[in-house]
């Protein structure tokens, strides 16, 4: 496995012209979360709430901080946010080959490696691949090279009509799990060069024939299939191999680079893909 350098590929945040009252108040409404509540959250008054929204009182950097953990605004966010309030970013954002995170990318090789045969991967907020395991590399086996080249993006091999997509059995299930996802983190981060790829990967040609009638994934499919147990069925070497997705980040993430990072895991949905898969790679 290789962490692969991607490039300055961060999202950017919104504004912070605009001050810091209508950028909190924003992400209140955002929770729906009232003045009231968030204020008894924070250990304030809905009336300081207020006057920090309109900009007729200035926050404490302290305030700053309280207000958007209980909010649950993003690392980076919070910087934005601090930054708007007039105070300098609270949270580094180290690069990721940077050796103070030696252990962070030992530790995601051994879980990645130890997760062979099954694919695994890790990727940052612009879905920019930083690392892989055997597993991942068998599905791009006959990926064209231009799609190939840094930065590797998931989504872009994943939807693009000449990367995984036409092998994917069940093509537009997948692709409309893959742009809801890309939904909500647009929503989450504000990032325009997050809603740029969105609308370059939402644009590619869906070919009808890599969804046969009443097969998974055509318009009316045979069985519904829930929401949270929606397998990913691609093609490879004339089988069908049948994966259960699994996204993990990390836990109280105090940099911005590792906020950032996620692992993607595809467990096997069914014994032939296992067996598959152990003999392929022992």
Known sequence: ????????????????DQGVGPLLRAWRVRRR??????????????RHISFVETGRSR?????????????????????ALLLAA???PHYPETPLDDPALDALR??????????????AVVVDAMYNVQAANRGILMLLDGIPDHLLAP???????TLHPEGLAPRIRNLREWRGHLLAQMERQIALHRSEPLRKLYEEVAAYPVRRETVPEGAPGSAEPAEPVPFFALPLQVEHEGRVL?????ISTF??????TVAELAIETFLPADPATIKYLQSLLP
């Not at 030992?106 to 694919?119: N, T």
């Open 1 to 16: 496995m290789t962490i692969v350098p991607s490039g300055d590929a961060r999202p950017a945040t919104g504004p912070t």
């Open 33 to 46: 979360v009232s003045q009231l509540e968030l204020a008894l959250r924070a250990d304030s008054s809905a």
């Open 59 to 79: 926050p404490s950097e302290e305030m700053v901080l309280r207000l958007a953990e209980h909010l649950d605004v993003p690392v980076r966010e919070r910087n």
């Open 86 to 88: 007039g105070y300098a």
């Open 106 to 119: 030992a530790g995601m090789e051994r879980l990645i490696q130890g997760y062979e045969p099954y694919p």
């Open 151 to 157: 930065p590797l993006n998931a989504m872009r091999l």
């Open 242 to 246: 049948s994966f259960i997705s699994s």
């Open 251 to 256: 836990n109280t993430p105090m940099d911005v």
